[in-house]
T-cell receptor, first 115, second 109 residues
């Protein structure tokens, strides 16, 4: 199984440019998440989705947008990139399952630099 | 709001036991998770506690006390490959996770 796949792995953007970070999962998970991780810090939730067509904001949504048109895909859009968005971005998926004990499965991350 | 506190760094020797504590203040609390992350890698799931008590998975155990808003991760028979960062994360409002800043574990020979 591929699990959670993120593309690209690395990217350098100029200030003001836009881009989309792709995330695909093949585990038929309903829940998907986008996090950013700054050096030496924990993960901050940007947006999450509980199913196709449903998205909601996390802790740090400003400057980002998401969509969830299918169960498999959860792209993250950066509009007007700013240096403060330089970070490592992780996508994760999680099964609903029974109870709350389902783990998050993470992709390998996208390392984004804005110069 | 949510807040989590865990030590920034812990050092232990190979073969020893180490405990990483996590205290939290959370509304809508469902459970406490632990994740491991090696440098340059992605977080990987270790354990989850929804109820009070100890959960054991091989060399790793995790404990939760909901009344004390406290949990810990216990690593036994430490190996060099256990050198990594360990994050506690609360699950709140059933859907959202809030991560601590992580504890860097250094295992020395």
């Amino acid at each position: 199984n591929a699990g959670v796949t993120q593309t690209p792995k690395f990217r350098i953007l100029k200030i003001g440019q836009s881009m989309t970070l792709q995330c695909t999962q093949d585990m038929n998970h309903n829940y998907m998440y986008w996090y950013r991780q700054d050096p030496g810090m924990g993960l901050k939730l940007i947006y999450y989705s509980v199913g196709a067509g449903i998205t909601d904001k996390g802790e740090v949504p400003n400057g980002y947008n998401v969509s969830r048109s299918t169960t498999e895909d959860f792209p993250l859009r950066l509009e007007l990139a700013a240096p403060s968005q330089t970070s490592v971005y992780f996508c994760a998926s999680r099964s609903t399952g029974e109870g709350s004990n389902q783990p998050q499965h993470f992709g390998d991350g996208t390392r984004l630099s804005i110069l | 709001g949510q807040s989590l506190e865990q030590p920034s760094e812990v050092t232990a020797v190979e073969g020893a036991i180490v405990q990483i504590n996590c205290t939290y203040q959370t509304s809508g609390f469902y459970g406490l998770s632990w994740y491991q992350q090696h440098d340059g890698g992605a977080p990987t799931f270790l354990s989850y506690n929804a109820l009070d008590g100890l959960e054991e998975t091989g060399r790793f155990s995790s404990f939760l006390s909901r009344s004390d808003s406290y949990g810990y991760l216990l690593l036994q028979e430490l190996q060099m490959k256990d050198s990594a960062s360990y994050f506690c994360a609360v699950l709140y409002n059933f859907n959202k996770f809030y991560f601590g800043s992580g504890t860097k574990l250094n295992v020395k020979p």
